[in-house]
Nanobody
Framework: QVQSVESGGGLVQAGGSLRLSCAAS????????MGWFRQAPGKERKFVAA????????NYAESVKGRFTISRDNDKNTMYLQMNALKPEDTAVYYC??????????????????WGQGTQVTVSS
């Protein structure tokens, strides 16, 4: 049974930092591209960042470029999202997702096979 568990969310002031983690089990982690998505209240779930199987290539939404960094440790079956210079508009539930086939340049959430339960990030102004 595939399971992805996000952690690291919380409440932070604007300009602050958080580091999210996504621990995956029940799958061969290194075979999957991994991604982060977020969903604000009343809005659609949107792409944030993605990383290839080896971690060699990354892709970011324009809104987070230069502030967020995605990374992974295949030995630990874990993916990370370092979020710096946070803004109130970054407030959302953040989800990790695993994609067996496809490209990290295709940001459609329907490409992803497995999802975590989400972790809340709240940025106060």
């Amino acid at each position: 049974q595939v399971q992805s568990v996000e952690s690291g969310g919380g409440l932070v002031q604007a300009g602050g930092s958080l580091r999210l983690s996504c621990a995956a089990s029940g799958l061969t982690f290194s075979r999957y591209n991994m991604g982060w998505f977020r969903q604000a209240p009343g809005k659609e779930r949107k792409f944030v960042a993605a990383i290839t199987r080896t971690g060699g290539t990354t892709n970011y939404a324009e809104s987070v470029k230069g502030r967020f960094t995605i990374s992974r440790d295949n030995d630990k079956n874990t993916m990370y999202l370092q979020m710096n210079a946070l803004k109130p508009e970054d407030t959302a539930v953040y989800y990790c997702a695993a994609e067996l086939f496809g490209s990290i340049w295709d940001t459609d959430r329907s490409n992803y096979d497995y999802w975590g339960q989400g972790t809340q990030v709240t940025v106060s102004s």
